[in-house]
């Protein structure tokens, strides 16, 4: 009898080419996928005898979008928790590493994720700064030859989500746009993915045309209709699970040119729901029917990277696998990658250690009021300026102007329902500090602090008053990086992120629960938002409507230029 | 108004994502397509603006299986001539000019084909000889080494069809299976083409297990199913259309799975009946949806090389397509290529010049009468001999024992019903000359010569009187290759082959012309056969069961080893 590494009796598999679910033996040999015995008549020897009664098994999920960084969790904590859930490939795009880091960042990103359970793919961060030098300041900046240099390096699946989508059809000198024209000159079919919200017709095409052929976010019906239509991959993440879209693929039979993705998933979120195991389940409890829900997160992701040694249950593929405990609600019982037990890995106790650089990111002196202090154009009276406007349900800033008193030359900000936002430089570069005002659904009183601000990751405080500021900031620099939130000179809740100013290292359960401190003293200071968190981490997103701030000052996204404070 | 290269106005184009005709203007810039305007709204300038009027454009059709030289055409007619019936795209695995002269041989092919107006890749010749050293002698040998010099080359698409599948799952210290694992090390995505008819359960299991995940060979119905289930993508040739088969992959829904392809094409079929337009045309008629039919020689064959910048109408492809005159019998009026119409490509005129050397392939002094003598171990008497057994419906050859009379110690075999069979070696390397003969359904008087023996492509000739042998054999050498057919000390039909032995440089129409004189003579010498082209082409091919002849003498093709003429 010829031996095995491991023989799987009475498996009832899902065979992605006949999207059925099938009775068969299956054995594993050397991390692959041996012999699918849909005829139940081979025996063979092996240490690794299971006999699964029954049970159903399906391909290990392949999430082909995702940033790490979201989860605020470094590499490692981050895919053995992902890694227990079913999810055994990922493509992870690191460019919030990379804007706090540059390639250097990336590398250690790769080499933080070596040691990880799953399979770790990259994507070539290729939107740092997501706008230009003059109006963010970041710590990386990857250009034409840092591409050039990441496409070089192990485990690259493509170019991440081309962000300037607006810049790219419009202007042929941009890095990214050499970058592409050069990686498709040596390779024609190599992968390129986009970000392109509402882009359309001869838009959408332009886009298209430049190669950039894949898209994750966040569509109208007819924009995804448009992208199906076009050939454009189409990524879904939770918020595209609606009726209406899922209705349409299914209609029109698109799953080949669909798969689930995450993007970004909060810790939290993360602890509570699953990662890419709550998409599917979700989708499937939507009407995405359960057969092509799988497929969707096995099959289609690994054909679209071109993993063609995954995604499927069959001879010579990868042996990723779950086995569930039951079919309904997806129940996983056990995750197997490369034939083993993802719980029984030895990695599993292995901790990296990051380069002692990356705990000392946050380059800034002590803060002091003085800081906070605001100078008017004027020595007394009352003055005019922009603020942002938070709004629930959305990461957007709308624009307001507001009026403020003047008393000796100094704005007179403090306990009015109009909060001052700074950000400090915080990468030791230029040491400048942008300034703006925050109103409408945000803090009502106290004050944030955070160097988890996309994509830049500068010191954001956030307060209406100085004291509590001057002590979160402080206390921000002291222990390099994190979200701290407080009032009247208290820390309320504190997440520290000591790598690169973004990154925890511990567990996910211990992430989760400060985050949570944190999440509850925002809505304790009168946040009204359905996410608090993303809601701060994204007032210096300037590729995101509609008045964002930087260390620059405020920039007015839709026109890709700084403006004036003061109005 | 923004400029293009192409306007094309009021067409109605197959989208491959939806399946579905589509009523649109299109504009080709660079040789690619750029906006796929379904809403008919933006207008263009260019000096080329046409009005298709509502007729139907389809994808360029993809041929990922094929052999040119079967065609015994060279490159450049034979592109041209397929490039008109709409073939735009093909993955060529050249064997046999590397049977004849190894690495050098797949260059010059390469070189050849160069100035083609249509896309060649080519496949890694990866069985060279196709079983070993010990049974046939051919020019060259493509070992390990040469399969990683010829991977580094351009345009090379995958591994090709590797065809000593009962030797690979047995075997693992040939050079085919060092390769594959070295290759699959760089980069496990690599493709790798198979060929391996019969092969079931966990012998096609183990052919997989190896990352041989192609087949484009004749099956059952078990087969096929088989060759499905378990991750193999399945090439569909013209004699796979059979009613049981269609109805599986439609009922299944397996186009994804699927690829028309040629394999080897006559090149009189080619002139009367087309190419891998034919093959679509037939499974339409044999009732494969037309739509998935499309499918299946555009997209599914490109995603399958992993050639994704052609395949399908839509924003960035490449410029790759057919205007049918009719939809109905897929009628073309006009093939483009990037863009192009071919017919009006400057390129038609070209020729190209094969290195010297390749016109004179065939090292042999002159053949007498003397070298069909036959001596048998015996003064006087009779003789128990093997002949190889034609038979009509198959390029198999069965064993049949059969008696001849001796005569002064010569055999004496002129004039009866059994025809000698001689191969010549004839690449100069040891003169070797093998010796068989031949009865059932073929030549029942005169004589046959080839230089165009699959796969080794030695000198064969086949014939019952020895005077008229002895012609075609110096005829042959004379004119360095062909096939000739002759009775009676006189030619009847000869179709020269002077570059490698195996092609010749005249035009399709020219050497369909040949080939069929060649054709009609044997049928006038009584040959019985559906293709006696084909048949004489075969009897040295020793991975075809079950009886067959090299330079070395007759293969037993099942046990893989010589055996003795005399019984």
């Known amino acids: 009898m010829e031996r095995v590494d491991l023989f799987i009796k009475n498996a009832r598999i899902f065979n992605v080419y006949f999207k059925k679910f099938m009775d068969c033996h299956f054995s594993i040999r050397k991390g692959k996928f041996y012999y699918i015995d849909y005829k139940k008549e081979t025996e063979f020897e092996s240490d690794n005898i299971i006999d699964l009664k029954g049970k159903t098994v399906i391909p290990g999920f392949i999430d082909i979008h995702m940033h790490i960084e979201s989860s605020m969790l470094t590499p490692l904590p981050f895919c053995e928790y992902i890694g227990s859930k079913g999810i055994t490939t990922i493509v992870a795009e690191p460019h919030e590493i990379a804007n706090v880091a540059g390639v250097e960042g990336v590398e250690e990103m790769i080499l933080a994720g070596e040691a990880s359970p799953i399979d770790v793919y990259y994507g070539i961060p290729s939107s740092v700064p997501s706008t230009h030098e003059d109006l963010e300041t970041t710590g990386g900046i990857i250009g034409f030859e840092e591409m050039k240099e990441l496409a070089k390096m192990k485990n690259i699946a493509c170019v991440g989500e081309v962000m300037n989508y607006r810049g790219v059809i419009r202007d042929n000198n941009l890095e990214i746009t050499k970058f592409i024209e050069y990686i498709k000159e040596k390779d024609p079919s190599y992968i390129v993915e986009g970000h392109c919200p509402l882009l359309l017709d001869l838009d959408l095409a332009k886009f298209l045309y430049l190669g ?94 071109n993993l063609r040694d995954r995604g499927a249950i069959a001879p010579g593929k990868i042996a990723d696998f779950i086995v569930l405990e039951e079919l309904e609600y997806l129940k996983v019982q056990d995750v197997y990658k490369k034939g083993v037990k993802i719980s029984q890995m030895n990695s599993l106790k292995k901790e990296y250690q990051f380069k002692e650089k990356f705990y000392h990111s946050i380059h800034l002196n002590k803060i002091t009021e003085e800081d906070f202090k605001f100078k008017a154009p004027m020595e007394e009276g009352e003055v005019s300026l922009r603020a942002m406007v938070v709004q629930d349900g959305s990461t957007q800033l709308k624009e307001e102007i507001i009026t403020l008193p003047v008393e000796k030359g100094i704005v007179k900000w403090e306990n009015t329902k109009y909060l001052l936002a700074t950000v400090f430089e915080r990468y030791g570069k230029e040491g400048s500090v942008g300034y703006g005002f925050v109103t409408g659904d945000g803090l009502k009183r106290g004050a944030v602090a955070s160097t988890w601000v996309h994509d830049h990751h500068n010191l954001l405080v956030v307060g209406s008053d100085v004291k509590t500021m001057v002590l979160l900031a402080n206390q921000i620099i002291e222990q390099q990086g994190g979200m701290i939130v407080g009032e009247e000179g208290k820390i309320i809740g504190n997440l520290p992120l000591p790598i690169g100013g973004i990154m925890s290292e511990d567990s996910v359960e211990e992430v989760a629960s400060r985050l949570k401190e944190v999440r509850d003293g925002l809505l304790h200071l009168g946040y009204q938002h359905y996410n608090p968190i993303m809601s701060v981490g994204t007032y210096g997103l300037v590729v995101s409507p509609f008045l964002k701030i930087t260390n620059k000052g405020l920039v007015d996204v839709q026109k890709g230029e700084l403006v004036d404070l003061f109005v």
């Open 212 to 305: 950039i052929n894949g898209d994750h976010t966040e569509h109208s019906l007819e924009e995804i209709k448009q992208r199906y239509e076009n050939g454009m991959f189409v990524e879904i993440q939770e918020k595209m699970l609606r009726k209406e879209i899922i209705d349409f693929i299914v209609e029109q039979n698109l799953y080949e040119h669909t798969a689930f993705v995450t993007d970004d998933v909060m810790v939290d979120d993360l602890w509570a729901k699953g990662h890419l195991d709550h998409v599917v389940r979700k989708a499937i409890d939507m009407g995405f029917p359960l057969e092509e829900a799988i497929y969707c997160a096995s099959y289609t992701p690994a054909n679209r990277m």
